[in-house]
């Protein structure tokens, strides 16, 4: 079972950045799509992000644009860079590894996740 661990979080004001770091144990992470998540209260996990284990990202339109997600399979590690942050950005962030045809489907039990809190 990969372990993932996501940090980065923190208090910002709109407008501000953020960098948050998912650190994944076990050396499968380098074949999976990884992926950022994130819950607002009261709403439901949504997707943020994700990349290919070949690069490719793709985006969720409230974030095109705004976001970028990378990763370093060397450390097993997956990146969000946030920029212009938003209020309703706030959020609990957390990575996994989503299936391919169903990215509401993850493979790996979810982290604590890390607290993203952007002041209007």
């Known amino acids: 079972q990969v372990q993932l661990v996501e940090s980065g979080g923190g208090l910002v004001q709109a407008g501000g950045s953020l960098r948050l770091s998912c650190a994944a144990s076990?050396?499968?992470?380098?074949?999976?799509?990884m992926a950022w998540y994130r819950r607002a209260p009261g709403n439901q996990r949504e997707l943020v992000a994700s990349?290919?284990?070949?690069?490719?990202?793709n985006y969720a339109d409230s974030v095109k644009g705004r976001v970028t997600i990378s990763r370093d399979n060397a450390k097993n590690r997956v990146y969000l860079q946030m920029n212009s942050l938003k209020p309703e950005d706030t959020a609990v962030y957390y990575c996994?590894?989503?299936?391919?045809?169903?990215?509401?489907?993850?493979?790996?039990?979810w982290g604590q996740g890390t607290q993203v809190t952007v002041s209007s």
């Open positions: 996994n590894a989503p299936f391919d045809i169903a990215p509401t489907l993850v493979y790996w039990s």
């Open positions: 076990g050396s499968i992470f380098r074949t999976k799509t």
């Open positions: 990349i290919t284990s070949g690069g490719t990202t």
